[in-house]
Structures are given as structure tokens and as C-alpha cells.
């Protein structure tokens, strides 16, 4: 466990001094180095690691063609891809390192370009998302790496930008991963910027629909149960013999409750005169992330998490702009010691829940197998 805690701290301390001191935000890259390293290097460390293995043992060095791959139940350009790099001579480890470089390179990418603080930033996404989207389902990790990246840069009313979300669509659900075929939806509904007061409204009825018992009576009225009892859950048997994919959303869950705290403060930040306006833009995509994350609830733990989970890593861009609205540096520390024990209290509970701990510690590497 000492391994995490070591490079937690290391990023805590830079995250820490970067709101008393202004620090090249380039510096960033030794810590891009850091993770990279540390998560190319691992051996069997990770919930999906073994599952991972196995799809990679499909391929035995033969490159294939899209007919090839057809009887796969894979995304068809992934596999293609995988047959090529085993091809050309890539094992398993090799394979884990591209996946390891690729997503980090976009989440880094995303977060120099959009953080107020790249620092904070990084404190979030290693105690949040590391383990959980680059040692865990890696595809889906990949792909929202290049979605916080790509997706606020598109994000305009022209029938070009429309076009390029398509395109992308397509692309990362041919070659990555198919919850792609929703962002043409995400896209649409994330242009839309109501006032304030209707954002409340539209939230407080997400809530309505989805806690009440209401959203789970209309899927029934609307002949939505058999999607949700059959093809919903044949895709959870296929991705986890854990029941908690397939259990219900609660109201007052740890996942809900930091979710709506986050966006209670960024809509209050966001009405500030001196909101940025990225600010406000990324405010915009987390609030629709959370209403798609609400709306589709009743048909399922897992839908409602996959489809929002690709707008939900925006927090780690949106939480360091708290941060210009304190404006006493007293405040600023209390906001990241907050902002740090959350993330800290996030990768110990993935780490403690039972059953994880042993995929998680101890850290073993490829050196050390």
C-alpha cells in the first residue's frame, strides 16, 4: 500500500504549493512520467488485468481482417488492432504500456488545456479515476481520456462540429468501445444552456424520475422492461459475476451525493462574473452528464453508469476553478485539503471494498513477476 500513499503524497505536495506559488504547468510531465511508469510496469495489478490477458491471448501473431474478427466479442477495429500489434511482435506487457501511454497522454492532454490548476487536477484524477479507469476497464478509459480532450473543442452549434462528433462516434465505437454510439446524443443535449433557474428545474426532475419509483414504472408502461431485464443484463453477466453491476441506484449513496455536491457548487460558481468561461462550458457538460446519469437510472446500475461516466471524469477539470472564487489563501488550503481527502477517501474505498483488495495490493511489477 506504501507505493500509493508515496505517490499520492508527491502529488498532494506539487498540488499544494501550486496554489501559494505560480508553477510551470509543464512541470506536469514528470508526473505524467511518474504514472505512466507505474502503471506500465504493474503485473496482475488491476480488477480486469486477467480478463485483459486472456482477450490478448486471442491473438496469436497473426495479423486479421475485419471477417476475421467478426466472430469476436470484441469492437471490430480493437481486435484488428490487437492482431497487428501481436503481429509485429508485441506481448501482453507491451500491450498494457500502449494502453497505459495512449490514455494518459489525453487525460494529460485535457488537462492542460482546460484546468485553472493542472496540479489539482492530477491530485483528483490519480486518487479518482487512475486505478479505476486505467488499471480497470481500459478501453472505456481510453476512450473517455480522448473524450475530455476532444469533445469540449467540438462542442459548438455548426453542422461541421456536428459532423465530427459523428465521424468520432463511429471511429471509437469501431475501434475502442461502443458506448461511443451515445455521444452524438451527449453532443446534442449538452448545446443546450438553460438559465439557471431552469437547470434547478430540469435536475430536480431528473431526481423526481429517477428516485421516486416514477421512471421505473414509465420503463414498464413503456415496454422498456424487457431491454433492461434481458439485453441489459446479459451484458452485466458478460462483464461481472459481481450483483452490484446490476443493483439499483440509491439517492443517498456516496456515488450520488458527491456527484450532486460537485454540481451544486459549479452551477453556484458558474453565475460568479469572474466564471470563466470554459468554466461555465465544462459546468455545462457535467450538469447534462448528471441528468443522463439520473434519466437512465431505471434501467440500470450499470447503463446509467457507463453512458454518464463518459462526461463524469469532466470534475477533474471543473474542481480546481473553485479555487479562483476563494479568495483567501486560508480558504484555498482548506479547499484542497478537502478537494485531496475526498480523492484520497475514493482510492481507498476501490481498494478496500471486498474483494479488491487482493488485485490491488501488494503492487507487484513485470520485474518482479
Known amino acids: 500500500m506504501g507505493i500509493y500513499i508515496i505517490i499520492f503524497i508527491v502529488i498532494l505536495g506539487t498540488s499544494l504549493l501550486s496554489i501559494f506559488v505560480k508553477i510551470n504547468k509543464y512541470y506536469s510531465v514528470l508526473i505524467f512520467i511518474l504514472l505512466l511508469l507505474f502503471g506500465a510496469l504493474r503485473y496482475k495489478i488491476g480488477m480486469d488485468y ?13 495479423a486479421l481482417s475485419l471477417k476475421g474478427v467478426s466472430d469476436l466479442y470484441l469492437e471490430p477495429g480493437y481486435a484488428i488492432i490487437l492482431s497487428y500489434l501481436k503481429y509485429i511482435g508485441f506481448g501482453n506487457i507491451g500491450i498494457f504500456a500502449i494502453h497505459m501511454a495512449l490514455s494518459l497522454y489525453f487525460f494529460h492532454k485535457a488537462i492542460l488545456r482546460y484546468s485553472y490548476n493542472t496540479f489539482i487536477s492530477w491530485n483528483i484524477f490519480y486518487g479518482v479515476y487512475y486505478a479505476n479507469l486505467l488499471f480497470n476497464g481500459m478501453r472505456q478509459g481510453l476512450f473517455i481520456a480522448i473524450i475530455l480532450y476532444v469533445f469540449p473543442r467540438l462542442l459548438k452549434k455548426t453542422w461541421l462540429s456536428f459532423f465530427k462528433v459523428l465521424l ?3 471511429l471509437l ?10 455521444l452524438p446524443i451527449i453532443y446534442l443535449v449538452c448545446l443546450f444552456k438553460p438559465t439557471i433557474k431552469y437547470k434547478y428545474a430540469i435536475l430536480f426532475g431528473s431526481l423526481v424520475w429517477a428516485f421516486t419509483g416514477l421512471g421505473n414504472v414509465l420503463v414498464q408502461v ?17 462483464y461481472s459475476q459481481n450483483e452490484s453491476f446490476g443493483s439499483e441506484i440509491k439517492l443517498l449513496s456516496i456515488s450520488v451525493l458527491h456527484r450532486l455536491v ?29 441528468v443522463i446519469y439520473f434519466v437512465l437510472t431505471p434501467l440500470g446500475y450499470m447503463l446509467a453508469t457507463r453512458v454518464s461516466m463518459n462526461v463524469k471524469a469532466f470534475d477533474l477539470l471543473l474542481i480546481p476553478y473553485f479555487v479562483i472564487f476563494l479568495k483567501e ?22 481498494f478496500y471494498i471486498p474483494g479488491n483488495y487482493p488485485y490491488y495490493i501488494p503492487y507487484r511489477t513485470i520485474l518482479s513477476r
Open 168 to 170: 468520432l462516434s463511429f
Open 262 to 290: 460537485i454540481l451544486f457548487l459549479a452551477l453556484y460558481f458558474s453565475e460568479f462574473k469572474t466564471a470563466p468561461p470554459v468554466f461555465k462550458k465544462l459546468t455545462n457538460i457535467y450538469f447534462w452528464g448528471a
Open 50 to 62: 486477467e480478463s485483459y490477458e486472456d482477450i490478448f491471448n486471442l491473438f496469436t501473431g497473426k
Open 329 to 350: 489563501y486560508k480558504f484555498k488550503f482548506l479547499g484542497l485539503m478537502l478537494i485531496s481527502a475526498w480523492s484520497f477517501a475514493v482510492m481507498l474505498t476501490n
Open 173 to 182: 465505437a469501431f475501434f475502442l468501445h461502443k458506448t461511443a454510439l451515445a
Open 222 to 238: 413503456g415496454g422498456l422492461s424487457f431491454f433492461k431485464d434481458t439485453a441489459y443484463l446479459g451484458v452485466v453477466d458478460f
